[in-house]
């Protein structure tokens, strides 16, 4: 079993719809949770940190749950632009912060 | 541009030849970070250094690659006798330690393929 799972995808949604990805992480040392965003062949890039009391950042909603080791991200209003790979990434500051993530779940918005 | 760089962006070399990568992180940056993808995965951590020290490699890592960040800023990744299975995007991230946020910051990548 995967350290972090997640939604297999591909998610097809049309333009203006809500979707609502959904990851678990098995290891309770885990301190630090995000949100990345990856372009087809291009790099991860950081979409938002997630915090244990939620947090916002305009469409996007991101929710954890250290009892049930659950981590979501919510999009709303969904753009054609926001269409590529997210993973799910949890973080262990003592072991040197090293990053592990689940295998993505791509997204295509359609018009 | 003041991100994480590498170089070159794209290798392409036969199966039983070396290979050399080169990151430079974000200039800040103390810690540095190696990590590897392939197709329909999320990257996978290999090593990271903090400052020249490197503190951790992965079960990943054989003896076949070895990392090295001499003066603690750029870091370079090499394979020996590269095999077909080393093809994949090998990527690079740099973070500050000690300012409570672990946020890592990626390279554009090596994508290499070993023919």
């Known amino acids: 079993r995967k350290e972090v799972e997640q939604d297999p995808g591909p998610f097809n949604v049309p333009e203006g719809a809500t979707v609502a990805f959904n990851c678990t992480y098995s290891?309770?040392?885990?301190?630090?949770f995000f949100w990345y965003r990856q372009d087809c062949r291009k790099e991860p890039k950081l979409l938002m940190s997630?915090?244990?009391s939620g947090n916002e950042d305009g469409r996007f909603t991101a929710q954890l749950n250290r009892a049930s080791q659950y981590i979501s991200l919510l999009i709303r209003d969904s753009k054609l632009s926001d269409s590529a790979t997210y993973l799910c990434v949890v973080n262990r500051p003592n072991q040197g912060g090293k990053l592990i993530f689940g295998q993505g779940t791509e997204l295509s918005v359609k018009p | 541009d003041t991100g994480v760089s590498q170089n070159p962006r794209h290798k392409i070399t036969k199966r039983g030849q070396n290979v050399t990568f080169r990151c430079d992180p974000i200039?800040?940056?103390?810690?540095l970070y190696w990590y590897r993808q392939t197709l329909g995965q999320g990257p996978e951590f290999l090593t990271y250094?903090?400052?020249?020290?490197?503190?951790?490699k992965s079960r990943l890592l054989s003896d076949r690659f070895s990392a090295e960040r001499p003066k603690g800023s750029f870091s370079t990744l090499e394979i020996q006798r590269t095999e077909q299975g080393d093809s994949a995007m090998y990527l690079c991230?740099?973070?500050?330690?000690?300012?409570?946020?672990?946020?890592?910051?990626f390279g554009p990548g090596t994508r290499l393929t070993v023919t």
């Open positions: 200039s800040e940056h103390n810690r």
């Open positions: 991230a740099s973070s500050r330690s000690g300012t409570g946020s672990y946020e890592q910051y």
């Open positions: 997630v915090y244990s």
């Open positions: 250094f903090q400052n020249e020290a490197q503190l951790e």
């Open positions: 290891n309770s040392a885990s301190q630090s």
